[in-house]
């Protein structure tokens, strides 16, 4: 079986699906790599060619030619139309977004994989993409921090006096959150940190942040899959005021709160904004939902009322080589559950495959059942 590695063609993206390293674990498959699918990310055509993969450089054949394709965000739709009949898509899906492509993909009987809609849990750990690169979303969020604020993090004991620790408010603590507390905390800042679950104190607190909690009770704040449930107006609308107020007193705000599927929930208001301190900074990992800040714009970095929001896409491709083989590990965990004697096997009694198998055969498997609810901070995809 061929398996193919197309070049990403979303604007800015600059990780890619598969790295060298990880062709010798897909015993019996022909690895193709189109030509300069890696360079972004800093692997070389030269580094596939030593690991045993074929440079091709016409994409349309990749695509024609190839049993399984491998990418790390959605097909185009154009691409789509390529794509080899009964062949197995794996990719990033966002599948509520991706309704037309599905069709499309289904179209050409495809086996359409989500890398998003894998079930999280021990069993698929090594194959969980979602926080894989929420991980570095997280990191790269505390670094977009200290670049825009104008004052360092840690504490310094100088001949010109004491200079203060910066605060840090992380509003969040799902993978991203937890690494934006472990990053800030290790450049010396002093942290904090809200999250509706009071199941992830204990986490917060290892990672040396303060757990601040909202005076109000919580019933049944988590799911069974690890995500928030949704509370009441009257508990959103205190939560809001809560966090403004807390947020006052903060030198950078990250908030990480996405719900699959919905607009994230906006958590820090306008006045919220208004309040916090000049010079203050927000980095807004949620901006590809809308934002948790009414103020983001996402893809841009604004200031407003003195505060700079970093609303910025996809931050994970901001550290292209790392978050490249990181998913490229995940994906082909995943795939090596399928493997047989160098054959795709689709067993649809397993939980991992049936879970994130969006299209099959034909005939479109999604929606298939309603999405977790995460309106209040704490969503688990983040």
Known sequence: MILGVPKET??????VALVPDSISKLKGLEVRVQSGAGAAAGFTDEAYRAKGAVIVSDVRSLYQESDIILKVMPPEISESSWIKEGAVLISFLYPHSHLELLNSLSSRKASVFGMDLIPRTSRAQFMDALS??????GYKAVVLATDSLPKIFPMLITAAGTIPAAKVFVIGAGVAGLQAIATAHRMGASVEAYDLRP??????ESLGAKFVSLPLEVQDAQTSGGYAKAQSEEFYRKQQEFLAKTAQNADVVITTALVPGKRAPVLLSEEGVKAMKPSSVI??????????CALTEPG??????????????????LISSQSSLMYSRNISAFLALMLKDGKVHIDLNDDLISGSLAAYQGEVLFPKKPAPVAAAAGGKTA
């Open 10 to 15: 979303i604007e800015n993206e600059k990780r």
């Open 132 to 137: 894989s690169q929420a991980t570095v979303a």
């Open 199 to 204: 199941v992830v104190k204990e986490q917060i």
């Open 283 to 292: 980095v807004d990992l949620a901006a590809e939902q809308g934002g948790n």
């Open 300 to 317: 841009k970095t604004v200031v407003k009322y003195g505060v700079t929001i970093h609303g910025l896409l996809n931050l994970p491709s």
